[in-house]
């Protein structure tokens, strides 16, 4: 019997390949015929798995949310000092930016244009609060500085951690580990050079 040269797709391998597109393309002007070609099937053959792009986007940004919030039920995330918590939190961030790059990419250029990106960035802001929470213990404990709003202080944080999807490509020389320690160096201890 022979068999067909034609990938085989599922939902799961269809919003990997629009995640790209999407990044590449922004998702407003992504059409499903350009889906379809990055896949090499046809329109109709992406239609037998997903209702549209919505779709597509909704899975997209459930795959990088999802993986975001079950870092904060991780035991290193809820168990000892703030400060570590928080140190792990960040680590696993940026760990996450690289695995899961065109997921994340997508997430933070969401704008809140339809109720799929509202649901996303509100999700979103949930786990900020979470990372503000941790952040606040922290800084109660005496572990962080106490002199800047926590709120602020996740931000710029998380901010810090994923606005490397913007420039970060793959097979680069940099790897994860180095990516998280120098995001986790630069938001606990900055560039100022420590007087002794």
């Known amino acids: 019997m022979p068999t067909s040269s034609r990938p085989r797709y599922d939902r799961q391998s269809l919003t990997i390949v629009a995640l790209d597109v999407f990044r590449q393309r922004g998702y407003d002007a992504t059409s499903m015929e350009q889906l379809a070609a990055a896949a090499g099937i046809s329109k109709a053959a992406i239609y037998h798995h997903v209702s549209g792009k919505e779709e597509l986007l909704d899975a997209g940004l459930s795959m990088a949310l999802d993986a975001l919030e079950a870092v904060l039920g991780e035991e290193q995330a809820t168990t000892g000092a703030p400060v570590d918590r928080v140190r792990h939190v960040m680590r696993?961030?940026?760990?996450?930016?690289?695995?899961?790059?065109a997921a994340v990419s997508v997430l933070l250029r969401a704008r809140g244009n339809s109720a799929v990106e509202r649901r996303?960035?509100?999700?979103r802001r949930r786990f900020d609060r979470a990372v503000a929470r941790l952040i606040a213990q922290a800084q109660s404990d005496g572990s962080l500085r106490d002199d800047i709003d926590p709120v602020i202080a996740a931000r710029l944080a998380i901010g810090t951690a994923t606005w490397l999807v913007e420039w970060y490509g793959t097979g680069g020389k940099l790897g994860v580990d180095a990516l998280a320690d120098a995001v986790v160096t630069m938001t606990f201890d900055g560039l100022a050079v420590r007087k002794r």
């Open 92 to 101: 696993r961030v940026v760990e996450l930016e690289v695995e899961l790059l």
């Open 120 to 123: 996303a960035l509100d999700r």
